[in-house]
């Protein structure tokens, strides 16, 4: 069984995950849906790790917009703990910053940030299990498109940016639906 890079603990106060690699679309789906989960179990705060992480795709950082919507709408925030300078940058270059604190100093969880990771690094069960590395086509076509119309629609310099790679998916996704693939 092939395990993601994300780690995750859910702490009373958030669910903590680590990205151990480059955040992209081939973990993305992994993030979402453990980020989903957790919203459903009624949680709303989600701190995502990137320190060990060296960067992040526009479908990872598509599919962290998604997310943070949806904790807002329940109360709660997506949080960035320790990303590069460079991924800071690109996240801030398409906005993200309006959605997500990224590396906030005045956070509580900052005065327990080793114990946390700490935590992580010793629980057995923390590792997500990739149950999307066999994903369809299809299913991953539609994964990209999401993130990417979520980074789209966040502004203008985004649509203009990101429209054609999200026509371009669209044709793909049609594609593949009208060859017979799994819808």
């Known amino acids: 069984m092939t395990v993601t890079t994300l780690t995750y603990h859910e702490f009373s106060d958030c669910l903590w ?18 980020a989903d989960r957790y919203l459903e179990s009624g949680g709303s705060n989600i701190i995502v790790d990137l ?9 990872f950082m598509g599919t962290l917009a998604g997310m943070a919507r949806k904790c807002m709408a329940a109360g709660g925030s997506v949080q960035i703990a320790s990303p590069t300078q460079r991924t800071r940058d690109a996240m801030e270059s398409l906005g993200l910053d309006m959605l997500l604190e990224i590396d906030p100093v005045d956070a509580p969880w900052r005065e327990e940030l080793t114990e946390r990771r700490s935590v992580l690094a010793q ?53 593949h639906i009208d060859m017979g693939g799994d819808e």
């Open 51 to 59: 320190e060990v992480c060296p960067g992040v795709d526009s479908t």
């Open 17 to 34: 995950v680590r990205c151990a690699s480059r955040g992209c679309f081939v973990n993305s789906p992994a993030l979402k849906a453990l």
């Open 123 to 175: 629980d057995t069960d923390a590792a997500v299990e990739d149950e999307h590395k066999d994903m369809s086509e299809i299913d991953r076509t539609r994964h990209v498109l999401e993130a990417h119309n979520t980074l789209r629609s966040m502004s203008k310099k985004n649509d203009e940016t990101f429209g054609y790679v999200c026509e371009t998916l669209e044709e793909d996704l049609q594609r």
